[in-house]
C-alpha cells in the first residue's frame, strides 16, 4: 500500500538572512521525512495570499511512503 503526504514550506524570503534561516529548517524537515522512508514525487510553488505584507514564498512538496499490509 502506498501512502500520499503534502506538506507545505517556506522556500524564499525578501530579507537575506531570513531566506537562509527558513530554507534550512525546511530542509531538516524534509531531511526527517526523508529518514522515515518518504520519498519525494513533485513540488509545486504556491501563490503568496498577501504580497504586501508577507515577503516568504511557500511551495508545496508531494511525499509517497511504501507501506506494508
Known amino acids: 500500500m502506498i501512502r ?13 538572512w531570513k531566506e537562509k534561516k527558513y530554507r534550512k529548517e525546511s530542509a ?4 526527517s521525512h526523508r529518514k522515515q522512508g518518504w520519498r519525494f514525487i513533485k513540488k ?3 501563490n503568496n495570499k ?20
Do not use: G, H, Q
Open 4 to 16: 500520499f503526504k503534502k506538506i507545505t514550506l517556506v522556500i524564499e524570503n525578501s530579507s537575506w
Open 28 to 31: 531538516a524537515y524534509l531531511a
Open 44 to 46: 509545486e510553488i504556491v
Open 50 to 69: 498577501f504580497p504586501n505584507k508577507d515577503t516568504r514564498s511557500f511551495c508545496t512538496y508531494y511525499l509517497k511512503k511504501k507501506t506494508e499490509t
